[in-house]
């Protein structure tokens, strides 16, 4: 299954928790600081499965996750508006 992820980056604050639970390596903490003074977690997206658990694990929920499947997960409770999307492009 491929997935992908988009991080806002200006609004991560480089906890890299994403990382640590990213089972696929595919989250990296870029070496240039964002606008607030943070390292920010990029995507690599080499591997995505779609799975959803750096999204939960994001403190702030900026991950949103994309799929090519029409499989929705439950979203934590913790989250104001799904962070998965269906990816039809
Ligand atoms: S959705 Fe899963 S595989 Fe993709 S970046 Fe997040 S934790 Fe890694
Ligand atoms: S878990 Fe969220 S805030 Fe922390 S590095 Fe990843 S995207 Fe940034």
């Known amino acids: 299954m491929a997935g992908k992820i988009v991080i806002d980056t200006e609004q991560c604050k480089g906890c890299g928790l994403c990382v640590t639970v990213c089972l696929k390596s595919c989250i990296v ?22 799975c959803c658990l750096c999204a939960v ?8 996750v994309f799929r090519e499947d029409d499989i929705v997960p439950v979203q934590p409770s913790k989250k104001s508006e799904p962070g998965l999307i269906k ?3």
């Open 57 to 64: 694990m994001c403190p702030d929920v900026v991950i949103k």
């Open 29 to 50: 903490i870029s070496r240039l600081s964002n606008k607030r003074g943070y390292f920010p977690a990029e995507a690599t997206n080499a591997g995505c499965t779609g």
């Open 87 to 89: 990816d039809k492009a």
